[in-house]
Structures are given as C-alpha cells and as structure tokens.
C-alpha cells in the first residue's frame, strides 16, 4: 500500500536497531508494516514475545485474579522465561552481528541495563546500533491495551509509562550511534543504506601498491596497465571502464607525494578510483587537521613539499589544498569489498583484515587495517607483525601492502602487492578478476635505508619458512600467467614429504613436471599410444615446428652443479659442490656415490672452462640417469622379474597340458593358439625390461643424459628453443664421459613428421621406451593459453611393462584406448608452471620460502591421485 511520509529515516544496511516504548507503543506494529512494504524482511525482526512462546509455549502469561499461591508460582516462572527467552534473543542477535546481518528487537527496553547489553553486543561484532524511540501519549497507550487480546491492565501500563519518561533522556546517553524519538510512526519512511564499503568489481579492477610518492613508477605502472588520458583532462581512463585502486600509503618516503596525492583525489572524485586509509595517509590527514603529531619516517618529506606548494600558489590556495586533503583522507574507508552478482570477490585493506572484520566499520577495524596485526616491537624498535592471512577462511581474495616484500606473495588467497619501490624494489599492481601481478621496478632507491625491509628480507633468504602459513592451503602466482591452487590436505601431505624425505629445502629448487601421453583416443588402429597424435595436437595449437627426442629408459634426476663449495654457500647458504636429486626431492645417489659423481664432473666442467666461458656460478640440469635399476632394482624385483618368471612357467606348463590334450584328439586348437600368444607376450615382457638394466660396477657404468640445461646464476633459458637445449647437452657430453648425448630430430613438416615416426617405429621395436615430442620453445602459447611443455609417445613393446603383457588383447586394448589424460595434461602444466617459478626465484636469490611455495605446491600436485600407468 502507497503511503505519504512526512520524513525519512535512514537505517543501517547491517547492525542492530533497538526499538524503545512501553508495551502498546506501536512497535510491532510498525514492523509488520515494513516487512509488508518490503523495506525489512521477516527474519531481520525479532521480539521478546516470540521468544517467549519459543522458550515457554505461551506469549503472555495472566497470573492476576488467581490465589496467591497460584499467582506467585505463575508469576515467577514467567519471570524465568521471560529471562531465558531474553538471553536466546541475545545471543541470535549475537550471531546475526557477527554475520553482518540487519535485526530490529521489539521489546520495551525501559531500563539502561537492556539497552546497555545490545549496544555492548554490537560494538563487540563492529556494527551499528541505533535506538528508534516511540514515544506515544499516555491515552492513547491506554486504549489500545483496552483492545488488545491480552491486555496488560492499566496499572501495568502505568507503570510502563512512567518508567519510560524516566529513561528516555538517559537513551542518547547510553552509547548507541544514532537516537530517532518518534510520535507518529506512520508518517515516517524507513530507508535502508546500502553499504559504502561494498563497490561492484564492473569490468574489473586494477589494485596498485604503496606508491610512496614515487609518481613517476605510479604513472608508468598505470599507462602499461592500459590507462589512457584521451581527453585531455588530466584523467586516466581505462578503455574497458576499469577502475583503479589504491592499498594506500600514497605519500610519504618518496619525492613526489603531493603529485601522487593529488592524482588519487582527482580520479577519486571522477568516480574513477577508490583509495583505502593507511597509516601514513592517516598521520598526514592529523597533521593537516592540525593536530600535535610528530611528522617522521617519511612524513616530514610531505611536510617539505606542502611548503614548497605554498611558496610557489599562495598562502590560500595552499590553505584550500590542505582542506581538500585533509577531508580526501580522513574519509577513506578503512577497507573496500569488491563484488560480482552481489557476491564478495576481492577485499582492498592496507595492512591485512581479519575475516570477522570483512564488510564491517569501526575505530578498532580502522586501526586494524591502518597497521594490521602486530605484537610489541623488535630490539630496533620496528613493529613485529603477526601472520594474520593464515588464518583466512572465507573465501575472498585479500589484497594488501604495508608490509614490503621482494616479490607478490600469494598466502591463503591473500596478496601481499607491496614490492618496496621507494627502497629501489618495484611497484605492483594486482588485477582483479584475472588475478595477475604486473610491476616496474623502481628508478632508484629513494629512501637510501640500510636497514630496509627489503634489505632485512636478503638477509633472511635462508630461514626457515613458516609452515603454518601453507597447512590449510594455499596458491602460487606464477610467471606463466597461472595461479596454482594447492588444498589443505595435498598440502599437508607434501610438508609431511619435506618432513621426512627430501634433501634440504634451500638445496631443493626444482621438481621436473609430470608428461601426459597424447590427449585423446589414438587415432591409429592397434596402437595405444602414437607420434601422429602428439604431431597433430601441436599443429592444432598453431605450433609449426618440434623437436622429437629419444626417450631415455631410466629415473629422472636434477643437477645443481656449483663453480666451487663458496659459490654454494652463496646460493645454498652451505659449502657444496652440488647435489643430485629424483623427481620426488630425495638425493638420487647415496651420499658417497654422489661424492664421487659430483667431484668428477666438476673436475671435467672446471677443466674445460665451462663456468668461465658461461660467466656462472652453477649450472641446473635436467637429465636422465641410466641404468632402470639404479633406482628401480627393488621394483624390477618384486614386480617385473618375478611376475615374468611366473607367467613363463604358468604359460609353459599350460601349453604341454594342451599339447597332451591335443595329442589325445581333443578339440583345443583355439586355446593352443591363444596361450601361444600368451606365451609370447610374457617372453616379450621378459625381454623389454631386461634391455633397461645392467650391472653397474663403478661410475663408467652410468650415464647421465640432461635434455634441459635450465639455468644459470646469469639467468635461465625458457627463451630458448629445445634444439638450443640438445646442442647445450652434446657441449657438456664433450666435456665428461659420464654425459651422454639425447638423439633427436627437428620436424618443420609433414615429410620431416613422417621420418620421425619411422624412426620412433625403429627405435621401438628395437625395444626403447619411445620418444618425446616437444613445440620449439620451452614454454610455448596459443594465444593465452599455455600448451603441453611435452608429450610422451611410448612404443607397443614398452608398454607391455606399464599396462601388462596382455594389454595388446583386442578387448584389453579397445578398453585401454578410452582412458582419459586431462588431469594428467593439467598436472603438467601446472608443475611445469611451478618449475620456472621456483628457478626463476632461485636465480633472483629469493628467501627460501618463496622457492619452497613453489616446490612445495609441485609435490603437492604429486600427491593426488592419477593413474600412475598414463
């Protein structure tokens, strides 16, 4: 129903709204008629007498015109649940607070002590709680209780009234943020905010670092991003209307604070960009307010140039500017909620956010998001901050600066985005849905700190991480524009592994990904796997040039070969020559064996100048070690070699019992023929895993095959092509006989295609494991999209070892064909992802922990379960 107010009333979009007046004052009256004006809904009012009848079973109570000895025991019980009904109102409100949710209570609140508990309630969960006072004549009163179902008798409301006269002076007294006294609650419209700190993300958002006054890297960062100023006004607009925003700290350290100052205020109020409060912003708005602070730390540089403003505009433009910035950053939210469809996406604080603060304003909120969560101060004074991100759970991405760290660091879905740019770092910027860092490094170090964060941060590379910031999962920013996502439980089982099974963390810089076998059901007949699948998925992505490689049939190993024992206490903070690993982070050799295998391929690099020509301070590898039974001897044992002798003889004796048969006239051709198959396949699965193994007597009865030269102390090599990768690994097979060289071949074209795949039919029948087929680059695109950095083709013979000596059954193998290979595919790219990451930061001398993120998440992946045998 259409109904004309004579005012308005604004009511908190969450929090509490406290109803006052004594019983017959319209209160749930007036709730009934916003919730069927749709301005409340039903389950946002709650009163007293509903949950009266919840506890007790009845609303009211008449205890009068009873025996005493009635009266008093009715009336007592009233009173008990009347209070229990109380506490459970209380401690739903309680709940709905905490949630950020909006209730009106319909009860009298006559008495200070009731009020008192709700507003005590709201400021514990950081809401607002605001007193709607309906103050309705005494007659009137009167008579509507003449009318009511249950009325409270005149005495009763009386009494009420009188009460109510007494308190409602004391109501603006007793804490609540806003009072509204009403006599007509019909011509008043109740108009519900929305919530200032919720903003729709658009298009998308683009959230940049602490600035620093370091305006002309801001400027840079914003124009790479896409930020045009087409209309020359002086505005910066994105072509696809997204916005900018700001972590705070703006000013402050740097030499251009005001500039930078003055170009959020203007986006700002263009509706262009939103800015959140900080701690430097915030001393600057006191210090402009007049008021007695010490300026240090950075501040007094603001100070300098306000100075300068007013010798160079006036005294009162000065005194205009100062206005117009003071009232710019006293008004800044202490956070902002960026959502799509309504629904939290990203949350902008400076300092970090508890998940219980989200959505929600208050001085203790502000402070917290000023300088986030911190315990006492270090011997030089600095602040000691706690690790709140690693308790964040509800499920919005977090980004946050105060705290400058070398890199993006990703912890839990929080984004720590500031890179230091006024101590010589970079600045960043994070974008929002795409969840991708973009950066320009400083022009200098501006602010010449010998102790700055980022100093402080070289001087902890090789500490030990903080495991608790990964226990409930976590994500990898990498440089190959993908986010890694590791859960709780496959992060857990992979610090367990780093417990108990890997070589040390700081010596541990890459795990080699997994390789997928060719997506898809193989296109040739009576094949499981083949190269024309592999050739074909490559030219689909664009990719016209590949390089096939034999595939070696041993264990996968890393290198990390160092100049010399200074040079590893450098990058590994100990003295060593190296070490060699397998795929899992475990040494490969015994310590001894890797001694020696260490010792005499630094003596063949070092005396044929490989560390000197490179100019580096250690080479990584990636490479193949043969023989199969180094590290399989156990598995050939117990698997290969007795299940091979079994079949034999099950097969053989099978046979003469046939034969028997046969010779005695039976009809058993059909059989004989099939186990003769069967026979023929066991010998066959005999034969390929012997070919992989052979005694090894001393280091000339190994060989080492790497097929990625990953990386120097220079630099790594993902820009190179893999033929560059196999001329780099026929250089250092010249250099020591324990290197072999990898066969490959380059294929432009069809004919070229065509040579490989005689050369894979020839190679496989001749029992090696197959080949691996590869696109030119070591990280190549289609478009944005990241393809297999490799893909395995193994032969017919060698896979009889992987699917069993009958797999090639037209029943078994039509099965087989169907088999799907796209979490195999994703695991690839991502541990290949997660590999370049965790190299690229080794080779910048990133802190242990930001290598570990990376190696830790790769064995993560490890952990989950996918079939073994693809």
């Not at 198959?677 to 007597?697: H, I």
Request: hydrophobic share 40%; net charge negative.
């Amino acid at each position: 129903m259409d109904r004309a107010h004579h005012r308005v009333v604004r009511m908190p979009h969450a929090g509490i709204v406290v109803l006052v007046g004594p019983s017959g004052s319209g209160k749930t009256t007036l709730l009934r008629r916003l919730v069927a004006e749709g301005a409340l809904l039903s389950t946002e009012a709650v009163s007293s007498d509903q949950f009266r009848m919840l506890i007790g079973d009845d609303e009211y109570v008449d205890w009068r015109n009873r025996p005493r000895s009635e009266a008093d025991v009715i009336y007592a019980e009233y009173q008990q649940v009347s209070a229990k009904a109380f506490e459970a109102l209380e401690s739903l409100v309680g709940m709905r607070c905490r949630l950020n949710k909006l209730t009106w209570i319909d009860a009298t609140h006559l008495y200070p002590e009731d009020r008192q508990r709700l507003v005590d309630i709201a400021r514990k969960a950081h809401v607002p709680v605001i007193a709607v006072v309906l103050d309705i004549r005494e007659q009137e009163l009167l008579a509507r209780d003449a009318g009511r179902e249950h009325p409270r008798g005149r005495q009763r409301v009386k009494q009420q009234v009188q009460q109510f006269k007494r308190t409602q002076r004391g109501v603006r007294e007793d804490g609540f943020d806003a009072v509204y006294v009403l006599k007509q609650p019909d011509d008043i419209a109740f108009v519900r905010g929305e919530n200032p700190l919720m903003v729709d993300i658009g298009t998308g958002i683009d959230i940049i670092g602490d600035i620093h006054g370091c305006y002309d890297e801001m400027m840079e960062l914003i124009e790479k991003l896409g930020y045009v100023n087409r209309d020359g006004d002086g505005l910066f607009r994105h072509p696809e209307g997204r916005k900018l925003v700001s972590v705070g700290d703006v000013t402050s350290r740097g030499p251009k604070s005001l500039p930078s100052l003055m170009f959020w205020h203007q986006h700002c109020a263009a509706g262009l960009a939103y800015m959140v409060d900080s701690n430097h912003g915030w001393k600057i708005a006191r210090y402009l307010d007049g008021r007695n602070v010490t300026l240090g730390h950075g501040d007094e540089l603001v100070e300098q140039e306000l100075r300068r403003f007013e010798e160079e505009r006036g005294e009162e433009a000065a005194r205009q500017f100062k206005d117009a910035l003071k009232h710019f950053l006293q008004e800044a939210p202490s956070h902002l909620v960026f959502t799509r469809n309504g629904i939290r996406q990203v949350v902008v604080a400076h300092a970090g956010i508890r998940d219980h603060f989200i959505g929600k304003q208050s001085a203790r909120i502000q402070d917290y998001c000023r300088y986030g969560d911190v315990e006492g101060t270090d011997a030089a004074g600095r602040p000691v901050r706690k690790d709140w991100y690693v308790d964040h759970k509800s499920g919005e991405c977090i980004v946050w600066g105060h705290d400058p760290r070398p890199y993006p660091t990703i912890v839990n879905d929080t984004v720590n985005i500031d890179q230091g740019v006024v101590f010589g770092g970079m600045l960043t910027a994070w974008r929002m849905p795409e969840r991708q860092a973009v950066s320009v490094p400083a022009r200098q170090d501006y602010a010449g700190d010998p102790d700055s964060p980022l100093r402080r941060w070289e001087r902890r590379r090789f500490a030990a991480p903080n495991l608790r910031k990964f226990t409930e999962g976590f994500a990898v920013q990498t440089g190959s524009r993908m986010n890694v996502s590791i859960n709780g439980e496959q992060a857990r089982a992979a610090i367990d592994t780093f417990s108990h099974f890997t070589v040390p963390l700081e010596e541990l810089v890459y795990v080699p990904p997994t390789m997928s076998p060719p997506p898809g059901t193989c296109s040739v007949d009576g094949y499981l796997e083949h190269p024309r699948d592999a050739f074909q998925y490559y030219r689909a992505q664009g990719v016209t040039r590949m390089v096939a490689e034999k595939k070696h049939m041993g264990s996968r190993a890393v290198l990390l070969l160092f100049r010399d024992e200074a040079a590893g206490l450098q990058w590994v903070g100990r003295p060593m020559l190296g070490n060699i690993v397998t795929r899992s982070g475990r040494s490969f050799f015994d310590p001894e064996t890797e001694r020696e295998v260490l010792s005499r391929l630094h003596a063949d690099l070092r005396a044929n100048g490989y560390f000197e020509r490179h100019s580096t301070e250690f080479v990584l590898l990636d490479a193949e070690i043969v023989p199969w039974n180094l590290k399989a001897r156990e598995l050939i044992s117990s698997q290969y070699a007795h299940v091979a002798e079994a079949a034999m003889m099950d097969r053989d004796v099978l046979l003469d019992q046939l034969g028997k048969a046969l010779a005695a006239g039976r009809h058993v051709e059909d059989w004989v023929r099939e186990t003769e198959r069967k026979r023929e396949n066991a010998g066959l699965f005999r034969d390929v895993f012997q070919k992989y193994c052979w005694d090894v007597n001393d280091l000339n009865d190994i060989a080492i095959a790497p097929f990625h030269v990953l990386a120097h102390s220079t630099g790594t090599f993902w820009d190179k092509s893999h033929e560059w990768h196999m001329e780099q690994g026929r250089e250092l097979a010249g250099m020591s006989s324990l290197i072999g060289e990898t066969e490959y071949r380059v294929i432009t074209n069809e004919a070229e295609e065509e040579e490989a795949v005689r050369w894979w039919e020839e190679m496989t029948a001749e029992g090696h494991e197959g080949i691996v087929i590869k696109p030119d680059r070591f990280r190549a695109w289609n478009g944005d999209k990241m393809l297999q950095p490799a893909i395995k083709v193994r032969g017919r013979s060698y896979l009889h070892i992987i699917y069993g000596m009958d797999y090639l059954a037209p029943d078994n193998l039509e099965r087989l064909r169907k088999r799907r290979t796209s979490r195999k595919e994703r695991h690839a790219l991502m541990e290949s992802a997660l590999g370049m990451e965790a190299i690229d930061r080794f080779v910048r001398r990133e802190p242990v922990e930001r290598i570990h993120e990376c190696i830790l998440a790769a064995l993560a992946l490890e952990s989950e379960r996918i079939d073994p045998r693809l």
